[in-house]
C-alpha cells in the first residue's frame, strides 16, 4: 500500500510558476515510476510528467520547456515545478505511484491559472 499526499497548489497568473510536491508513505526506491496527471473540467485525465526509479523523464508535449519533474529520494517526495503557466493549465493535478501490478493515486490539488 502507497499513500501519497500532493501540494503545492494554489491560484496563480498567467505567466507565473507554481511547485507542486507528492510526498509518498513508502521509500520511492521501491516504487517503478511515479507521474503527475491533470484533469480538467470536461476533460480526461491526462499525463503530465513522469520519473522512473532510474530517473528517466517523460512529458506531455503541451508541457515540454515549461514544467520540470524531478524526485529526493531522501525525502520520498516528487516535484513538479511548473515555469510560464497558462490558463489551460488550471486542472487538478494528481501523484501517481506505479509499484508492481498496482497504481497509487493522491487526492489531487487545484491549480488555477488566472488574471
Known amino acids: 500500500q502507497v499513500q501519497l499526499v500532493e501540494s503545492g497548489g494554489g491560484l496563480v497568473q498567467p505567466g507565473g510558476s507554481l511547485r507542486l510536491s507528492c510526498a509518498a508513505s513508502?521509500?520511492?526506491?521501491?516504487?517503478?515510476?511515479m507521474g503527475w496527471y491533470r484533469q480538467a473540467p470536461g476533460k480526461q485525465r491526462e499525463l503530465v510528467a513522469s520519473?522512473?526509479?532510474?530517473?528517466?523523464?517523460n512529458y506531455a508535449d503541451s508541457v515540454k520547456g515549461r514544467f520540470t519533474i524531478s524526485r529526493d529520494n531522501a525525502k520520498n517526495t516528487v516535484y513538479l515545478q511548473m515555469n510560464s503557466l497558462r490558463p489551460e493549465d488550471t486542472a487538478v493535478y494528481y501523484c501517481?505511484?506505479?509499484?508492481?501490478?498496482?497504481?497509487?493515486w493522491g487526492q489531487g490539488t487545484q491549480v488555477t491559472v488566472s488574471e
Open positions: 501517481n505511484a506505479a509499484k508492481g501490478w498496482y497504481d497509487y
Open positions: 513508502v521509500s520511492i526506491f521501491s516504487i517503478d515510476a
Open positions: 520519473i522512473t526509479s532510474r530517473g528517466s523523464r
